[in-house]
């Protein structure tokens, strides 16, 4: 076991490393810097202005060098310095973390308390009327995007009530902080929840034809029991598998998601940082990200190895 | 009986009217006026950037020497008003400008403010102090100017090499505030201290900024506001949405559109809105140092193939105007009159008259319907400057020209624009002041960072120097047209249209007045009120 921990310790160290180097050197390959952005806003291109703050940045340095500075001052814990708004890096991403967490967590906790039940009762009553409406339900989740549902949400929210749910930074009450973050996150979600429901539908179907449910049956077990003790319990772990993977494609939902409702979580964030080339902003955050999936990733790797022993053997 | 009974009621009526009026039109001390701001300005200091993201919500941080009066919808010398000076005069042949400043004013922090700061401004200006902008979009703003001479904390001179009385228009700009002395450049783009109405509270990335009222303003009782704050919104619809729902204020000055701002007439009906132009040129600029635009018979074919009537009515509805370089009348004040601009070819009516022509020209260089000439459009790629290069491919196709959309990410359009890497560019290009001074010579002057596709005449540059000098309105005026026909004629920087766009703000906010033909210099907000 302890040489399995190793090796998945050490394989967890050269994929940051490998990342680091991705992010570095992609970011180094799209055209034009933070220097070529500020230009182009202030419409003019003066090449010793130009020069001079791209070795005021640090930019002129050889790129070796630069990632150098970078990822030796991330293990020290020195981000450097926003190059947009001049501040401690750190200290732009961390505030930014918490919204976005709260908002993916009620995304995932919207999709699988939706998704799950949803899709076992249109397993239970394949074929129904029941059935082939939750089914166009989750195609239209599918189909939709975020993005427009969000527009869809805020302008029906406008048309009826006058109302418009976009971000609030100083609720007053926890009902009020609630509702900051349900609205967005359940046009995030709903995508999400119809992948949810779908693969619970299809698995509970397999499930349901399986010989221990007739015996269940036969037994005299309730309907309530059959499906949700029996069956789901076997059903669920192809769900839990898509949840895993739709938390970390999430990111990408949550990016539109952010720019509809005003949301100033990481995702938004991030793109934006992009946009200006801010590279300390861009590195840091996406290496932060890099480490909380690899991370995840070694805890999901090490449960597994508690309980299949096989894995502990053969790896 | 009936009749005096109706006469006191019209009375009573009227009374309660007029009392009504005057109660609305007393300004009403407090409030926080909440604004969504269209973008992240990438810093705070007004002097390093080069877009009205920046004025409008720091403008109201700073004092000018002189400002343009806030109230007043059109920017001309005669409305021109002192504000950290006092008074002003032209000495010594017109060759220095002297201010007597304003005693008794300090900066937000506490200093006060003396002529000193105006000489740290303007010599950071000009690239002649030790501490430097990291970046100085308007030096050649100042290209007459020999230096700047204080006398006493109280008065400052800006001695020139020669007359421009267009300095004065220039310092009324929402683009010239005055900085301290004390505070370094790179403090200034985070945390700027002013002499303004309202002190600088945070600024925060793609979220808020947010300014408090200074209860020390040298103007007593002003200003009427408590405060204002910016929510950033860079979607549209979200923005306009909060808007219609009464989440803010008013909307972002001049950003509504003339499509949009239907949506907003039919939701919010009792909303106030507003319809200006923005002093901002939607152009064509030509590679013409490399084949086939070197040609000055393919570039004039270009000119005279443009249906300016059909890019206005398509993209504002018809609320646009046709002119030369300069914003034409009414709101613009340096406009040629419409005769002469109809003698220049490709601005006559006659649309298919000017397009024959047009093709006569491409066939003397060699195409015609068997061989078209093909050429990329590059722009930026954001709509304002997408949707007009797509109108623009769609006209040059009449002439045997087929163009090809090349989109370029804001990033690259300057150095792509600066190494030439271009045929033709659709561009937009805003003017700070409704001044030919300052269009002229950013754009088109010999050498200028901002003349993109590098004109040069030398005998209009010697043109521009004259009409700089000339005091006489009348005078300037006449010269200034005949320059901007030449510039047209030379197919310089073909000019499409000026745009027009919509700016709301709910019925209760009162004391906006804006700007009619510039977008740079109205947001000092020290007269705006809210009646609730």
Request: hydrophobic content about 45%; overall charge neutral.
């Amino acid at each position: 076991m302890f040489a399995y921990l190793v090796r998945r310790l050490l394989l967890m160290l050269v994929t940051l490393f490998g990342i680091s180097i991705v992010i570095f050197f992609l970011l180094r390959i799209v055209p034009g810097n933070i220097v070529d952005i500020l230009f182009a806003a202030a419409g003019y291109v003066d090449p010793a202005d130009k020069a001079s703050l791209e070795k005021e940045l640090g930019i002129d340095q050889p790129l070796v060098v630069q990632y150098w500075h970078w990822i030796s001052g991330f293990l020290r814990g020195d981000f450097g310095y926003s190059y947009v708004s001049e501040k401690p890096a750190l200290q732009e991403i961390l505030p930014r973390i918490p919204i976005t967490a709260r908002l993916a967590g009620l995304a995932l906790l919207f999709s699988a308390s939706i998704g799950i039940p949803l899709g076992v009762i249109s397993a239970v009553k394949q074929g129904t009327r029941l059935d082939y409406a939750l089914r166009i339900v989750s195609l239209s989740g599918l189909s939709l995007p975020s993005f427009w549902l969000g527009l869809l949400i805020l302008t029906a929210s406008v048309a009826m009530f006058n109302q418009m749910p976009i971000f609030n930074p100083n609720p007053q009450t926890w009902l009020e902080a609630f509702a900051t973050y349900a609205v967005p996150a359940a046009a995030v979600g709903f995508r999400s929840a119809a992948l949810t429901m779908r693969i619970t539908r299809s698995s509970m179907l397999e499930v349901l034809r399986q010989d221990y449910i007739r015996t269940a049956r036969a037994k005299g077990a309730s309907d309530a029991a059959v499906n949700y003790q029996h069956a789901l319990k076997n059903a669920i772990l192809p769900v839990i598998t898509v949840i895993g993977i739709e938390a970390a494609f999430l990111i990408g939902g949550l990016i539109v998601t952010e720019t509809v409702f005003n949301i100033p979580g990481v995702a938004r964030f991030l793109v934006e940082a992009i946009r200006w080339r801010d590279y300390p902003i861009v590195q840091n955050l996406v290496m932060l990200i890099a480490i909380v999936v690899v991370s995840a990733n070694f805890i999901v790797d090490m449960l597994y190895a508690v309980f299949d022993p096989r894995i502990r053997y053969t790896d | 009986m009936r009749s005096v009974r109706a006469l006191a009621a019209t009375a009573a009526l009227s009374l309660l009217a007029f009392s009504t009026i005057a109660l609305a039109g007393e300004p009403k001390q407090g409030g926080i006026l909440r604004m969504y701001h269209r973008d992240s300005p990438g810093n705070a200091s007004i002097h390093e950037g080069a877009t009205y993201s920046l004025n409008v919500p720091f403008m109201p941080v700073f004092n000018n020497l002189v400002i343009y009066k806030q109230d007043v919808a059109q920017n001309s010398m005669d409305t021109i008003v002192p504000e950290l000076a006092e008074s002003w005069a032209w000495v010594n042949d017109n060759k220095t400008l002297t201010f007597k400043l304003r005693a008794g004013v300090k900066w937000h922090d506490g200093k006060p403010f003396t002529s000193a700061d105006v000489k740290c401004t303007f010599d950071m200006l000009m690239g002649k102090s030790q501490q430097k902008f990291r970046q100085n979009p308007r030096k050649t703003w100042y290209e007459q100017v020999n230096d700047v001479s204080t006398n006493g904390d109280l008065e400052v001179s800006f001695n020139l090499k020669r007359p421009q009385p267009s300095l004065l228009a220039l310092l009324a700009s929402g683009y010239t505030p005055v900085y301290p002395c004390h505070v370094s450049p790179g403090d200034m783009r985070t945390h700027p201290i002013g002499t303004g109405p309202f002190k600088f509270v945070e600024f925060k990335a793609n979220e808020s900024i947010k300014l408090t009222r200074n209860p020390d303003y040298w103007r007593k009782g002003r200003p009427y506001l408590d405060g204002i704050e910016f929510t950033i919104i860079p979607n549209r619809s979200t923005a306009i949405l909060a808007f219609v729902a009464g989440k803010f204020d008013m909307a972002f000055p001049t950003e509504v559109s003339i499509p949009l701002l239907k949506d907003v007439k039919s939701q919010a009906p009792n909303a106030v809105c507003v319809v200006e132009p923005n002093n901002v040129a939607t152009n064509i600029i030509v590679n013409s140092s490399a084949p086939p635009f070197d040609n000055i018979d393919i570039r004039r074919a270009m000119a005279l193939s443009l249906d300016r009537k059909a890019f206005i009515s398509i993209m504002f509805e018809g609320q646009g105007d046709v002119g030369g370089t300069l914003l034409p009348p009414p709101n613009g004040l340096w406009g040629m009159p419409k005769e002469m601009l109809e003698s220049i070819p490709g601005y006559g009516p006659d649309i298919n008259a000017n397009r024959e022509e047009a093709k006569k020209l491409m066939q003397k260089a060699g195409y015609g319907p068997d061989k078209h000439l093909a050429v990329k459009v590059s722009t930026r790629n954001i709509p304002v400057y997408r949707d007009p290069a797509v109108i623009l491919i769609d006209q040059l196709k009449s002439i045997y020209i087929d163009g090809e959309l090349d989109v370029v990410e804001t990033a690259n359009w300057f150095p792509k624009i600066a190494r030439k890497d271009y045929m033709l560019g659709l561009n937009l290009t805003g003017n700070a002041v409704d001044d030919p001074d300052q269009s002229f010579y950013e754009n088109y002057s010999c050498g200028s960072e901002r003349n993109y596709t590098n004109y040069c005449n030398k005998e209009i540059e010697k043109l521009f120097d004259v009409q700089s000098q000339e005091t006489d309105l009348n005078k300037r005026k006449k010269l200034v047209w005949d320059i901007d026909k030449k510039l047209q004629e030379d197919v310089a920087r073909p000019i499409i249209f000026h745009a027009r766009t919509g700016s709301c703000w709910q019925p209760y906010v009162k004391g906006v007045t804006v700007m009619s033909n510039s977008s740079y210099n109205g947001y000092r907000y020290e007269d705006v009120w809210m009646d609730k």
